[in-house]
């Protein structure tokens, strides 16, 4: 018959292990092996005598570890199980039978490779939480300081701030355990005894690891969107300035427009603390040209403004710097979309000199038969993206946008 045991010592308490077996050996219970995770022992059940348990700490070679079974059998000790890479453990029922280290300086030097061993794990482990907490910056850079700037995936973003925090509480702890066995290593070489340490009842391993799973892997789904910008129709959303609108804009140009349709789209906002505004709304205008050669439905027009407001112009130059780079990316991949999708006659962004602004750059091209121009603009805070297929040109319709760039922003 067995016996499961929680361990109620540190797994550096070399002499509070010790003395907790013998312990059990006088209640009958004799160890039988130690689970992976350290956080209970199995014990068959036999008449109480008294046994005696010593811990041996594991060389770098586990052959060598293997050939001292013999002269420690010579000795009267008997290999009982392991901890797995901290010690071997092994115990005598002759209580006259000799120490398996005759003084405590023995102890101490077979404790070198232990500790050594635990330093580069230590290290190894380190490392990888390092490289995993910069793994999204190495694999998706832009990606990532977008999220972080705009919070567009607030659930990933509190893994990775969780994972963070995870690390940096963590690494302290792998310090201060070689800290405790190099004092373990030195209270040894002095020649002074180990003392057992206080007992503390642990819980089972999954007692406290499905709680925590809980909370850490399942309540950010519950708590935390995985998108986060949210997306109404245009009827429902009210953009924090009076951006011109179809009628405005195409007659800034060469045609008025006779009469407008309502516009068919959506829009998109959201919010972080580095750009407490940030709003995107696109709109398709089916409209009358004034025309006698064409009397019916015969334009499809389209606008999407992009807007962000953010805490501060150097956050304003950054987010600038990271939609021209999301638009670029389009243009340099548009070529080879399927047809209808597919972009030409591309010209990329260029400066392009306009006053009250602080940086402005316009980029055009040809798609589905339409052409297309696209200006970021930068101002203070304020950046401004307009992509605009219509009639009117860019000189004629972007004044119209900075004049509402400086009215008060809806309530």
Request: glycine share 4%.
């Amino acid at each position: 018959m067995t016996v499961n045991k929680p361990v109620p010592c540190s797994i550096d308490d070399i002499r509070g292990i010790q003395e907790w077996l013998d312990e059990m050996a006088l209640q009958g219970l004799f160890l039988v092996e130690f689970n992976r995770r350290f956080d209970r022992a199995e014990f068959d059940l036999d008449d109480p005598r008294p046994v005696r348990y010593r811990l041996d700490p594991m060389g770098r070679d586990k052959r060598k570890d293997k050939e001292r079974e013999e002269p420690y059998a010579q000795m009267g000790w008997k290999f009982v199980a392991h901890i797995p890479r901290w010690y071997n453990i092994y115990s005598c029922d002759d209580r006259s039978a000799p120490e398996l280290y005759s003084d405590h300086q023995s102890l101490a030097i077979a404790m070198d490779p232990l500790i050594r061993r635990q330093i580069r794990n230590n290290c190894i482990l380190t490392l990888a939480a390092i490289l995993v907490l910069c793994l999204p910056f190495l694999v998706s850079p832009l990606q990532t300081l977008e999220n972080f700037i705009l919070w567009t995936d607030p659930r990933s973003l509190f893994f990775f701030c969780l994972y963070l925090v995870s690390v940096l509480f963590c690494l302290p702890l792998l310090a201060l355990d070689v800290r405790r066995l190099l004092r373990i290593r030195d209270t040894l070489a002095q020649g002074l005894p180990l003392k057992a340490k206080r007992r503390w009842n642990r819980p089972s391993f999954y007692a406290w690891w499905i709680p925590l799973y809980l909370c850490i892997f399942m309540l950010p789904r519950l708590l935390f969107p995985e998108v986060g910008w949210d997306i109404c129709g245009l009827v429902d959303f009210t953009p924090s300035r009076p951006w011109p609108d179809i009628v405005q804009t195409e007659g800034a140009g060469p045609r008025p427009l006779e009469e407008t349709l309502y516009p068919q789209g959506y829009a998109t906002f959201n919010s972080s603390w580095f750009a407490p505004i940030q709003e995107f709304s696109s709109a398709d205008w089916y409209v009358r040209l004034p025309s006698e050669d064409s009397p019916h439905l015969s334009g499809d027009y389209w606008t999407g403004v992009r807007y962000v407001r953010a805490r501060s112009p150097a956050i304003a130059e950054l987010i600038y710097r990271l939609e021209r780079g999301k638009e670029v990316r389009y243009q340099r991949e548009a070529p080879s979309y399927p047809n209808g999708n597919h972009i030409t006659d591309l010209q990329p962004f260029r400066p392009w000199e306009r006053p009250g602004v602080d940086r402005a750059e316009l980029a055009s091209y040809h798609r589905r038969g339409q052409d297309i121009w696209t200006v970021l603009l930068l101002r203070g805070n304020d950046v401004l993206m307009v992509e605009y297929s219509g009639l009117a040109r860019p000189e004629d319709c972007i004044p119209l946008f900075l004049e509402a760039l400086d009215k008060e922003a809806a309530p």
